[in-house]
């Protein structure tokens, strides 16, 4: 089965700064590969999705993500952070063992702008 | 249009009571599932159904049930509720057979506690 790694559970970033997400996942397979954005007391929102198209992919907030299928990466970023960036972020690949049906979550990146 | 709507938002149970978390989507949408989510954790897959009368566990099935009598509704049962079951629980759903042209929409979740 599919499985998804993203590491650091927090990350800080000054605001202004740079906002880098990693996303790595198992499957040899090209998948389809989403980031989602949850803020407190939310559910999850599509942030951006990648479905063999560009590979470099844009989406709301600033935020964009490139695919880079020989380092099986989907790696988040936005140039410049805001306040209202502050939120968990999880980044999602489908499941070809279902279909590509199912998604499975990375663990998250709770994101803290510092001013 | 509602999307994915959540009832209750927040539920406290003793252990040993049964109670059942609904969910609802007005989009007309096939592809439903359940996720908890829990700190460090991520979102793991409970249960999920790719269309009406069609069920099938996730990663975490132990302790729940699910039936999908509709394609608007996919309640979630706690048989015998557990400390183990505090969680966030989301709802999700999606338009098509493959996810990946349209990816999740979430509801806002139900918040259990289990004491």
């Known amino acids: 089965a599919q499985s998804v790694t993203q590491l650091g559970s927090h990350v800080s970033v000054s605001e202004g700064a740079l906002v880098l997400l990693r996303c790595n996942y198992s499957?040899?397979?090209?998948?389809?590969l989403f980031w989602y954005v949850q803020y407190p007391n939310q559910g999850l929102q599509l942030l951006l999705k990648y479905t063999s198209a560009a590979t470099l992919v844009k989406g709301i907030n600033g935020f964009e993500a490139e695919f880079k299928k020989s380092e099986t990466s989907f790696h988040l970023t936005k140039p410049s952070a805001h306040m209202s960036d502050a939120a968990e972020y999880f980044c999602?690949?489908?499941?070809?063992?279902?279909?590509?049906?199912?998604?499975?979550f990375g663990k998250g990146n709770q994101v803290v702008v510092i001013p | 249009n509602a999307g994915v709507t959540q009832t209750p938002k927040f539920q406290v149970l003793k252990t040993g009571q049964s109670m059942t978390l609904q969910c609802a989507q007005d989009?007309?949408?096939?592809?439903m599932s359940w996720y908890r989510q829990d700190p460090g954790m991520g979102l793991r897959l409970i249960h999920y159904?790719?269309?009406?009368?069609?069920?099938d566990q996730g990663e975490v099935p132990n302790g729940y049930n699910v039936s999908r009598s509709t394609t608007e509704d996919f309640p979630l049962r706690l048989l015998s509720a557990a400390p183990s079951q505090t969680s966030v629980y989301f709802c999700?759903?999606?338009?098509?057979?493959?996810?990946?042209?349209?990816?999740?929409?979430f509801g806002s979740g139900t918040r259990l506690t289990v004491v």
């Open positions: 499957s040899s397979v090209p998948p389809y």
């Open positions: 159904s790719v269309g009406a009368g069609i069920t």
């Open positions: 999602a690949v489908s499941d070809p063992a279902y279909g590509n049906n199912r998604l499975a």
């Open positions: 999700a759903s999606s338009l098509g057979q493959e996810t990946s042209n349209y990816g999740y929409t």
């Open positions: 989009m007309n949408h096939e592809y």
